[in-house]
């Protein structure tokens, strides 16, 4: 299944087909909102927004573990995460959208693992997203006219406040390509719970770097966010039908990152991190 976590906007998609909300259940807390289950051109499909309707949840205080592990609970294989991102270079302008393939880490007030004290495990981020389901979406983008660029390194801050100008200037020099408030832990939770997750940065403006970022008007970003929806609307009824159809998902790297990562010996879990574990980690669990 399909899962898509964005805004609002994202999930009025027009074919959609029996579709309804439910609660999604949990063993870390409160998902940021009920799922949006439906169908697609005759397949699942599922919508969570990250803030809450209405955009009333903080990035700081969005339960990514809730977030993931309902999905996972839910049956999604496949996360495709729609976010709004500044620009830190000249060539990524407004309505841009990033495949993006790395990530820097810069959050430090937010739980990062499903994995603790009692119950072990490192997982690789080396390569953080899922590069096969990066070539759908790019191969969409392309087919639809939607103007796209395949890589990026996405920069993700702590918030909610945005970037000083000197922070801004030193991410450029790190290479950085867009900056967001919203992808991790939601990128590394992913990989821990074997889904295969891939990002959509939409690029509404240019960063506090960009010597005409002080004279953007609010209209004008309101603008650019409107748009960037419409574009994410098409891009996901673009690539669902690639993604649902793709044969080789099953043996994607994404799906079988847990085989070597648990280091507790099965007689020193904790029983009760075994029970919280049981989507996110279930597979290997049973071993």
């Known amino acids: 299944m399909l899962g898509i976590i964005g805004g609002s906007g994202v999930y009025h998609i027009e074919g959609l087909e029996n579709s309804r909300w439910v609660r999604a259940e949990s063993a870390y807390g409160e998902p940021s909102d009920e799922v949006l289950l439906a169908e697609l051109a005759g397949q699942p499909i599922a919508f969570l927004p990250r803030h809450g309707r209405g955009h009333r949840i903080s990035p700081s205080d969005i339960n990514f573990r809730a977030n993931i592990d309902a999905l996972k609970r839910l049956g999604v294989t496949d996360i495709i995460s729609v976010s709004a991102v500044g620009s830190l270079r000249e060539d990524l ?161 994404c799906r079988s990152a847990l085989q070597y990562a648990i280091l507790t010996a099965p007689e020193a879990r904790d029983a009760a991190m075994m029970e919280k574990l049981s989507a996110v980690a279930g597979r290997m669990l049973k071993n």
């Open 93 to 253: 302008p407004p309505g841009t959208f990033v495949i993006v393939d790395q990530f820097i880490d810069r959050t430090f007030a937010r739980e990062k693992s499903f994995f603790g004290t009692g119950l072990v495990a490192h997982v690789s981020m080396a390569h953080p997203v899922c590069n096969r389901l990066g070539d759908h979406l790019f191969a969409a983008a392309e087919l639809l006219g939607i103007p796209a660029v395949r890589g990026g390194t996405y920069l993700v801050m702590e918030g909610m406040q945005f970037s000083s100008l000197a922070e801004s200037e030193l991410y450029r020099t790190w290479g950085c390509d867009v900056i967001g408030m919203t992808n991790m832990p939601e990128a590394k939770l992913a990989r821990e719970a074997e889904i295969c997750y891939a990002t959509v940065a939409m690029v509404t403006d240019f960063d506090c770097w960009h010597p005409d970022h002080d004279n953007v008007t609010v209209d004008a970003i309101v603008k650019v966010l409107l748009e960037n929806a419409d574009k994410a609307r098409t891009l996901v009824k673009g690539v669902a039908q690639p993604v649902h159809g793709d044969d080789e998902a099953h043996a994607c790297a």
